[in-house]
């Protein structure tokens, strides 16, 4: 680590995040921007104008950029990215945008002819096109996953171009839950009898509906265990129908997207993130830090996330009968769901703090240039 290191010699890394709010990928963001200066990085975080992401990093202390743009797939980021990177001269650019930005990011990049590297946080494959006009913008891709890597390199990109630095949560903000009698109250529900949570947006990667097909089979075993539905997204008008389709109506809470949910985590007896397709799922990681066991599907990066046997349990992806399993000898055998959550805490503070996740991101920026 470098200790008080000259301004000069210090490297400056423009950040291009243009998510207007603080989901987790863009928290990633505000923990690299925030520890990166005391591992001697100047960094400047360039974001949608108006928007969380950017009063959030200014509070911390950040140097920010606001760029006006009408979403990720807006073509004139690249112009204006490059005319901003002209004036500013950073010597590096780090992207963490996708669906879009993260090309026009990249090719402002180029036509400024600063070097550029990319944040993949999602384990979904790239058309050819994508493959062939993304990934030469960038020297050096961060995959938060070896789950991520792994389909990369599947799709011919050298796992040489391509470092493992997994995501981060804060662990601290899920060790101190609220009582469970609270969240009976709050949610409506009875603290008496298990409650299981789901925290994802509503769309249909995350696998909600799945969770209700396992929660339907289980109705005889498990007729008053409870979930609740952390979330916002496209699918909130439908899963509620989805839910009382299978007879769950009385037994679902939609809670919607909450600030406070490092709070609740820990208050569930089971977290469930039957994915089809992921990064790291930072919630199983929080769920792991505040000691809630868990239950995730093989896919991305959840296999790192959840230490199979050990902190939780997997499942193979979209099978509603084995994620019924799963969660049917969790609420039978408490002793190894108390266990496997006791076990949580450990296993996130190993590798997945933002302390070890900037030391990580730093690594690359000295292999890409020079210091």
């Known amino acids: 680590m470098e200790s008080n290191p000259a301004v000069s010699d210090r490297p400056h890394v423009v950040h291009l995040e243009t998510g207007r ?26 974001c949608a104008a108006g928007g969380e992401m950017a009063t959030k990093a200014r509070a911390a202390g950040t140097d920010v950029v606001e760029l006006s743009t009408i979403g990720d797939a807006d073509p004139s980021i690249t112009w204006r ?27 402002g990049a ?24 993304k990934y030469p913008l960038y020297r050096h891709i961060v995959a938060v996953a070896q789950g991520i890597k792994d389909v990369l ?19 601290a903000r899920f060790q101190h839950p609220r009582p469970r009698a609270e969240l009976a109250a709050t949610f409506g529900i009875d603290a008496s009898q298990p409650i299981l949570g789901i925290a994802a947006q509503l769309i249909d990667r995350k696998g909600h509906v799945l969770v209700f097909e396992a929660l339907q089979r289980l109705s005889s075993r498990h007729p008053t265990v409870q979930l609740i539905v952390f979330g916002r997204g496209p699918l909130s008008d ?34 469930v993130h039957p994915a089809y397709t992921e990064g790291l799922a ?44 799963a969660i049917d000898r969790l609420l039978v055998d408490v002793d190894l769901r108390h266990r496997l959550g006791a076990a949580g805490p450990a296993h996130v503070e190993s590798d997945f703090t933002p302390p070890i996740m900037a030391a990580g991101n730093r690594a690359v920026y000295r292999r890409v240039i020079g210091r």
């Open 238 to 271: 439908s899963l509620p129908a989805e839910a009382a389709a299978r007879g769950l109506q009385s037994r679902v809470c939609f809670a919607g997207f909450r600030q406070d949910l490092g709070q609740w985590i820990g208050a569930l007896d089971l977290l």
């Open 153 to 171: 390199v599947e799709q011919g990109i050298s796992g040489d171009d391509i470092t493992v630095v997994h995501s981060a949560i804060d662990p």
């Open 21 to 46: 709010h603080v989901y987790g990928g863009a928290q990633q963001v505000l923990y690299l921007t925030e520890r990166l200066p005391a591992l001697g990085v100047r960094c400047t975080l360039v």
């Open 81 to 107: 990215f490059a005319s901003l990177l002209r004036r500013l001269q950073p010597d590096l650019v780090h992207i963490h945008s996708r669906r879009g930005a993260d090309v026009w990011g990249g090719l």
């Open 110 to 133: 180029r036509l400024a002819g600063v070097p550029a590297i990319m944040s993949r946080r999602n384990d979904n494959r790239e058309a050819w096109l994508g493959l062939k006009l």
């Open 282 to 325: 930072n919630v199983c990681l929080q769920a792991g830090a505040a000691g809630v066991a868990t239950i995730g599907t093989r896919v991305g990066g959840i296999p790192e996330a959840i230490a199979d046997g050990r902190t939780g349990l997997l499942v193979p992806v979209g099978d509603a009968e084995a994620l019924a399993a």
